[in-house]
């Protein structure tokens, strides 16, 4: 097998000369769980950082950095507020269009002037008025048409208009003019007359009054931005006649008046709507003793074809009776010959606003279309991750049967160095100490004595006593070495410098190993092509939800998904808690790398990349401590995020390189962007559209959906827990970990993408240990 030449060891350029004044502390990179306490400096601009080139900021840069870090916005609460924002928009424009789930129905008229009620259709309470009513003057028709515009029907009812000469008056509803603004234009610039008919086709009496005035403006301005004109014509869905007004209503349509609006109802109602049959509608829209009418038809709300059939029936046969056709405003009988004014165009500043408002609600449907799409992406992609990782994992354990039938090889029994690296540990490092060294492997020497395990405990600058609390167990095969604090990746490379045994075991200091792990996790270097080995990360602080949460992200992740990378050859990272590696490959690809914040993920690709396979072994298994509040959580999360993207974007080369870094970079890098990055990304989509689906579109459909996805997910997550051996009981909370902790997650990773793209530098923290790991947790 072909290897490249060692990459020699670069001096670190982050652990500067110590100074008088004890500055130098402040400048030194330092290392938290699982890299560094808070404060230390990192390389943003974004390019230099996602190349992984090394970055040293000035203290101006520095205080610069942190002003900005602590003045920023959080990216995440501006997208969810856009997002919020924009989804409002578009359920305003589209909540209950053509329908109503409440119609009144009519009652008492006692408060209702006789006048109106025994009047016309037309009734004017502007200016006060309270007994203003008009009809059409005799053999005079308005055809008036409902619930448009409708991008199939109202062309075809436009055309049958044209082709009679003559003109109609439309009544439409704002949020369809935003959906059909070139309907509407046509209907303006034809000759036509445009009313408003609410913005959401809802029953205007059971809204309150704040709500009917926005959608009286609503429409409006969808008027005003689609045909430059204004309009004072107002019909309210599911109106009648005039003698249907009670008291409900009346009110109504006074507080209409009072804004200027004169309210129009009808004389006939050729129940179109019904879709009786083209001679029926004829019949009921025919007025009676050559009376002047206002007929209402619709031009949207379902299939029109009745009514265009009708209307070309209906228009020569009231010609030939002797009937005018013309539209609204211009066929009211005021008596003395004249006609009303409704329309006027739009100043400047009304013009503005209603072209903001109607393109404003057309690129929030825009954004909502394109989001569902995404979302049927989204959707469709976790679902094939789902089923590829199953049959990954159902590959990866025939594989394992078959190599247990023909394995030959005897067992490993390489000498082993441990290297634990460590910096403020004393909560945790002596049980860490302790459970390696009671490790049941020995190795063996060329001349075959046994060689136990040796420990090198590095302690990175340590300020709470880690290092002499392992020096005072006095253990043997136990070294301890002190060194200024340079970072994790730096006492990795020194701990493994100070051995020379032909295997390195990586720990980190507050994991406890199981007496069997460090056997188990050298057995698969009998085959000389594997470079490193991924063990087991088990929860150790399982009791708080939180810890369940994790305890079930942990077993899924490691159980199914690393048996899948291994089958793809992609194994993104090989855990910083417990990772063993061949010191042939480690000197190959150069140590541990600080160019990134995820020195173990960047050395996992390294060693993909340089042909060495990485293998999982599911039963060398260290427990871990795990963050134990959601502050902790997320910061641990920004860091992992942060530096696997800067890994990738460090390997992206491997992409355009041949042999076993080309199959890496073509195949493992694009795995894991989409699925580590973009799907995540996208995911939170799922949520969004659940509370929209539940508020605004189908809610028992939404569910069902959301059920459907939440159970794909938890079959996953059983059959994890049945091949690493764990109990089923703490899934009870996989449901509660959908809702809240996986929303945590998207937050880390969109604040991590920000980060990288906008160049902000990352605020470090050292995460607080309790030592509370028990390799038998509850």
Same mark, same amino acid.
């Given at each position: ?41 990192? @390389? ?69 002037? !006789? ?146 609006? =004169? ?5 006939? !109602? ?70 009303? %004014? ?39 992609? %976790? ?74 405990? =590095? ?97 899924? #992740? ?32 150069? #140590? ?33 401590? %795990? ?37 890496? #970079?073509?195949? #493992? ?7 580590? =990055? ?24 939404? =569910? ?72 038998? @947790?509850?």
């Amino acid at each position: 097998m072909p290897r490249s030449a060692p990459r020699p060891q670069q001096p670190d350029e982050h652990a500067p000369a110590a100074r008088a004044d004890g500055a130098a502390a402040a400048d030194r990179t330092q290392f938290s769980e699982p890299n560094g306490p808070g404060g230390s400096p990192k @390389p943003p601009p974004a390019a230099s950082r996602l190349l992984g080139r090394r970055w040293t900021p000035s203290p101006h840069q520095r205080q610069r950095g942190e002003r900005k870090a602590r003045g920023r916005v959080p990216v995440v609460v501006v997208l969810l507020v856009f997002l919020c924002a924009v989804l409002f928009l578009n359920a305003v424009a589209t909540a209950s269009v053509g329908a109503s789930s409440t119609v009144h129905e009519a009652g008492p008229a006692d408060e209702v002037p !006789d006048q109106i009620i025994d009047g016309g259709p037309v009734i004017d309470t502007t200016q006060g008025r309270t007994t203003s009513s008009f009809r059409m003057r005799a053999k005079t028709i308005a055809l008036t048409f409902d619930d448009g515009p409708d991008p199939t029907w109202t062309p075809k009812i436009l055309d049958v208009l044209k082709k009679h000469d003559i003109h109609g008056t439309f009544f439409m509803v704002g949020a369809r003019i935003t959906e059909s603004p070139e309907m509407a234009r046509r209907v303006h610039a034809e000759g036509n007359e445009i009313g408003i008919h609410t913005f959401t086709h809802s029953d205007m009496s059971t809204v309150p009054a704040w709500e009917r005035r926005l959608q009286y403006s609503a429409t409006q301005m969808t008027v005003v931005g689609a045909t430059g004109d204004t309009t004072s014509l107002l019909r309210f869905p599911y109106s009648s006649t005039a003698d249907a007004i009670d008291d409900t209503y009346w009110p109504i349509i006074k507080e209409g008046g009072a804004l200027n609006y =004169v309210t129009v109802v009808a004389d006939t !109602d050729g129940e179109d709507w019904a879709r009786p049959g083209v001679r029926q509608i004829v019949k009921n829209a025919t007025p009676k003793n050559g009376a002047g009418a206002v007929v209402l038809m619709h031009d949207a709300g379902g299939n029109r074809a009745q009514t265009v059939a009708a209307l070309d029936i209906y228009i020569p046969a009231m010609k030939k009776l002797g009937y005018t056709f013309t539209t609204l405003s211009r066929g009211i009988d005021f008596g003395d010959g004249s006609t009303a %004014t409704v329309h006027r165009a739009a100043t400047g500043s009304e013009l503005w606003r209603g072209r903001a408002v109607l393109y404003g609600i057309w690129l929030a449907h825009q954004f909502v279309l394109w989001c569902a799409y995404l979302l049927i992406v989204v959707g469709g992609l %976790t679902i094939a991750r789902l089923l590829l990782m199953l049959v990954l994992t159902g590959r990866h354990l025939a594989k394992r049967r078959r190599e247990r039938k023909r394995n030959t090889r005897p067992p490993v029994t390489l000498p082993v160095t441990v290297v634990v690296p460590a910096y403020n540990e004393s909560a945790g490092i002596v049980a860490a100490v302790r459970s390696l060294v009671a490790s049941d492997y020995v190795g063996r020497a060329s001349d075959g004595s046994p060689v136990p395990v040796e420990v090198v405990v =590095v302690d990175d600058g340590s300020t709470d006593g880690t290092s002499d609390l392992v020096a005072s167990l006095g253990l043997d095969h136990v070294r301890v070495i002190r060194v200024a604090n340079g970072g994790k990746a730096r006492a990795l490379n020194i701990g493994t410098a100070a051995g020379d045994r032909p295997l390195v075991i990586m720990v980190d200091g507050d994991t406890l190993f199981e007496p069997g792990s460090v056997a188990a996790l050298v057995q698969p270097f009998a085959d000389p092509t594997v470079g490193a080995v991924a063990g087991n990360v088990k929860v150790g602080n399982r009791g708080s939800l939180l810890g369940r949460w994790q305890h079930i992200e942990y077993v899924t #992740g490691f159980a199914v998904d690393r048996r899948a990378y291994e089958i793809m050859r992609c194994m993104p990272t090989v855990p910083g808690a417990i990772g063993a590696f061949r010191r042939e490959a480690l000197d190959e690809v150069g #140590g541990v790398s600080d160019d990134t914040l995820a020195e173990d993920t960047d050395l996992t690709m390294a060693l993909s990349r340089a042909d060495w396979r990485v293998v999982y072994q599911d039963t060398a298994r260290a427990w871990t401590e %795990t963050p134990a509040t959601i502050g902790q959580l997320a910061t641990q999360r920004y860091r992992w995020t942060y530096g696997t993207m800067q890994a990738m974007w460090k390997h992206r080369g491997a992409f355009f390189d041949r042999g076993a870094s080309g199959r890496f #970079g073509r195949v #493992g890098l694009p795995f894991l962007a989409l699925f580590g =990055v973009v799907l995540p990304l996208l995911a939170p989509l799922i949520d969004v559209f659940l509370i929209y689906g539940l508020l605004y579109y189908d809610a028992a459909l939404t =569910v069902a959906g959301w059920v459907g996805m939440l159970a794909a997910q938890l079959i996953i997550a059983a059959i994890a827990f049945r091949l690493d051996r764990e109990p089923l009981r703490p899934l009870w909370a996989f449901p509660l970990q959908q809702i809240v902790y996986r929303q945590l997650m998207y937050v880390v990773l969109i604040q991590s993408v920000a980060t990288a793209l906008t160049g902000a530098r990352l605020r470090w923290q050292k995460l607080r240990r309790t030592g509370e790991v028990s390799t038998a @947790p509850r």
